[in-house]
């Protein structure tokens, strides 16, 4: 099942409106990653994150690598109606037995409204 | 510059039958891995193929087996489908070298969509 745990489930904005997500784990993670899903599509990478503290953004979206490992937040700022979809968060682990074998949360499910 | 591609789009099978599934990865790309998305759910890690051999394997049962071949392209085989393995399989290709920064910038393909009756 799923070890990540990613809120909120969903939200409602409106167009406009910034959105904040996270994503946090009992386990240390090197590597965080971002990704959006539309419907009947295949996720699509956003960020990618791989030193503790660290923020990067691509244009209105911006993801910090937590301080302690364990968490990752994304946000989007000015929300526009093709920011609907599903984020999901990723992460892999410290252990070189989990190398390339990335973990996924359970999404957060954006909604627009003009 | 061609991305991940998936063969089928969509597969409607009965309990107990065999699938195969195909992947061609990114261009420069040499390492595929697979997962199974549940309707509702987040990816979960079937396995990762480099070189030809299975790098990596998830919490599958045997049932689930896969081939990469010279190319880098890949098969996910599943024996003795169960109604619960109706799920959209997702592949994604990455470079392959551990310890390079993107080595985990994985790049999805639009998935297949198996049904199981």
């Known amino acids: 099942g799923q070890q990540l745990n990613q809120s909120p489930q969903s939200m409602f904005i409106q167009e406009g409106e910034d959105v904040s997500m996270n994503c946090t784990s009992s386990?240390?993670?090197?590597?965080w990653l971002w990704y959006k899903q539309d419907p009947g599509e295949g996720p699509v990478l956003l960020i990618a994150?791989?030193?503790?503290?660290e923020l990067t953004s691509n244009g209105r979206l911006t993801a910090q690598f937590g301080i302690t490992r364990k968490d990752s937040f994304l946000n989007i700022s000015a929300s526009i109606p093709s920011d609907v979809g599903i984020y999901f968060c990723?992460?892999?682990?410290?252990?070189?037995?989990?190398?390339?074998?990335?973990?996924f949360g359970a999404g957060t499910q954006v909604v627009v409204t003009p | 510059d061609a991305g991940v591609t998936q063969s089928p789009t969509h597969l409607i099978k009965t309990r107990g039958q065999q699938v195969t599934l195909r992947c061609s990865p990114k261009?420069?790309?040499?390492?595929v891995s697979w997962y199974q998305q549940a309707l509702g759910q987040g990816p979960q890690f079937i396995f990762q193929?480099?070189?030809?051999?299975?790098?990596q394997r998830g919490n599958f049962p045997d049932r689930f087996s896969g081939h990469q071949f010279p190319n880098y392209s890949s098969e996910l085989n599943v024996n003795a489908l169960l109604l619960g393995d109706s799920a959209l399989y997702l592949c994604a290709s990455s470079p392959g070298l551990a310890g390079v920064r993107s080595y985990n910038e994985q790049f999805f393909g639009p998935g297949t969509r198996l049904t199981v009756l």
């Open positions: 386990s240390i993670f090197n590597t």
């Open positions: 994150l791989y030193k503790a503290g």
């Open positions: 990723a992460g892999q682990t410290m252990t070189t037995d989990s190398w390339g074998k990335l973990q």
């Open positions: 261009s420069g790309h040499d390492t």
């Open positions: 193929y480099y070189e030809e051999e299975e790098r």
